[in-house]
């Protein structure tokens, strides 16, 4: 399939840039979130950590074991919390990075140019912010219907890879709408976008979370890449990337 070959290339193309030294600023953004949000789920765990009261009496002793159990839920959901959080923020407080590090990717591969400022810089937030509620709401309402489903006939066992699948094509339409916003997509035509290619945007969903689930390293690395990665991708799904590129990715570099 066209897609697998437009991912593999996109793959290529997107370490070789990074190895050379090109992109590596955009790094730094979500480097100082991540080290952020790593400090939260420390202070998370030192926390859990340093509950363990013993008594010489075993009915206390009960007691103190069902308040630990309650206290090691809320700090997993926390933790569950401060996780999804994160990724919220990388696809909406780091937007503005991403659509510059997608318009100069873009504009290096493509040859085309593209119009900022401070409108656009708002603008873009904006979109952003309402396409993820989009997609949150739209994930959250698809995972609803088949845990019915799930539910009614039996089909639980395979959860956990629905569930997985499902986020991973969300997120792939994520980042996507960074290259459709540059050419002037409406939120509805993303739409279409995303589900007229499935295939394309599990791909690169799935590579964002599994890049994602690397201990420590994932966390800042993710965004940036999968942001390249679907930024060529796009190009090569609109046939705008340049012949003289295309001939550069696979036979010089």
């Not at 206290?71 to 401060?82: F, H």
Request: hydrophobic share 50%; aromatic share 20%; charged share 10%.
């Amino acid at each position: 399939m066209n897609t697998i070959s437009y991912h593999f290339k996109a793959i290529l193309k997107t370490f070789d840039l990074i190895v050379k030294g090109n992109y590596l600023l955009f790094f730094v953004p979500g480097l100082i979130i991540s080290l952020f949000f790593i400090w939260l789920e420390y202070s998370a765990s030192s926390v859990d950590g340093s509950i363990g009261y013993v008594s010489d009496y075993s009915w206390i002793n009960s007691i103190i074991s069902y308040i630990d159990t309650g206290i090691n839920k809320s700090l997993s959901i926390l933790v569950y919390i401060i996780d999804q959080l994160y990724i919220f923020i990388i696809l909406t407080v780091l937007s503005p990075f991403n659509t510059y590090l997608g318009e100069k990717l873009d504009s290096r591969l493509s040859g085309n140019q593209f119009k900022g400022g401070l409108i656009r810089f708002v603008n873009d937030f904006i979109r952003m912010v309402f396409v993820v509620i989009i997609a949150l709401a739209l994930e959250f309402a698809i995972m609803g219907v088949y845990a019915f489903f799930s539910w009614v006939l039996g089909f639980s066992f395979l959860n956990e890879y629905v569930y997985w699948v499902i986020s991973a094509f969300f997120f792939g339409f994520s980042f996507y709408d960074f290259a459709l916003e540059r050419y002037e997509t409406s939120v509805f035509g993303t739409l279409g976008f995303a589900f007229r290619k499935p295939l394309t945007m599990l791909l690169t969903g799935a590579l964002f979370m599994l890049i994602y689930a690397i201990p420590y390293i994932g966390i800042p690395i993710s965004p940036v890449i999968i942001l390249m990665v679907s930024t060529i991708v796009y190009l090569h799904h609109t046939k705008q990337i340049k012949v003289q590129t295309e001939f550069t990715l696979t036979h010089n570099e």
